[in-house]
């Protein structure tokens, strides 16, 4: 059955969605240079990176008949406190369910969920090939440029898998105007109730 962006809605994660998500995440890891984590992380850990991301950041899933598509979440550009309006953001996408429409609609969510933290700088770290191979392409980069997103740096044979030398792409976007004295950012718990009312996804 063909899966349509109308049909697809978002929610936000909890620790039981772990196996799914996990099972998302896994082939990338396994079968492509899209990560370059090495090993397949246990369930209880994978669930720990989801509790631990939303004491501060959005974790969303795309979800269809009851189904989870893809997810997304943010996660701290840097520690150091003047990056508090920097976020750094992931998404990952059912292999067999991409170029649906899935990921445009997950980023523009977690957006819209990050301005109201007053999160105003959103940064991806993205895997990239000299030429495109069976590990990966170079779709990343288009879909985060289609998305609004610019190169910020490009960092040359630093990551190292499957016997390959591959580059790091840094790319970014601005959620909204730099002021000389901006708001003060928001933790993801303080602003939940506020986007819950604005309807960017459910509990459910």
Same mark, same amino acid.
């Given at each position: 059955m063909t899966t349509k962006e109308q049909d697809i809605a978002i929610r936000l994660a909890k620790t039981e969605d772990a196996e799914a998500l996990l099972n998302i995440y896994a082939p990338y890891i396994t079968d492509t240079a899209v990560t370059f984590e090495y090993e397949v992380p246990a369930l209880s850990e994978f669930?720990?990176?989801?509790? @631990?991301?939303?004491?501060?950041?959005? &974790? %969303?899933?795309? $979800?269809? *008949?009851?189904?989870? %598509?893809?997810?997304?979440?943010?996660?701290p550009f840097h520690s150091r406190a003047a990056y508090n309006w920097a976020a750094e953001a992931s998404i990952y996408i059912d292999r067999s369910h991409r170029q649906k429409g899935i990921g445009k609609k997950?980023?523009?969510t977690l957006e819209k969920t990050l301005a109201l933290q007053s999160?105003?700088? %959103?940064? $991806?770290?993205?895997?990239?090939? @000299?030429?495109?191979?069976?590990?990966?392409?170079?779709?990343? %980069?288009?879909?985060h440029k289609k998305m609004g997103f610019h190169t910020a740096? @490009?960092?040359? *044979?630093?990551?190292?898998?499957?016997?390959? !030398? &591959?580059?790091? $792409? !840094?790319?970014?976007?601005?959620?909204?105007? @730099?002021?000389?004295?901006?708001?003060?950012a928001k933790s993801f718990p303080e602003v939940r109730s506020r986007a819950e009312k604005l309807r960017l996804f459910s509990e459910e």
């Open positions: 669930q720990e990176r989801i509790s @631990h991301t939303l004491e501060r950041f959005p &974790y %969303l899933l795309a $979800v269809s *008949q009851g189904k989870i %598509l893809g997810y997304t979440y943010a996660g997950l980023y523009q999160i105003l700088n %959103l940064n $991806v770290c993205i895997a990239c090939p @000299h030429r495109e191979d069976e590990y990966l392409s170079r779709d990343s %980069l288009r879909f740096g @490009h960092f040359h *044979q630093c990551g190292y898998k499957f016997g390959r !030398w &591959y580059d790091m $792409v !840094w790319m970014e976007k601005s959620l909204g105007p @730099h002021p000389s004295a901006p708001k003060e």
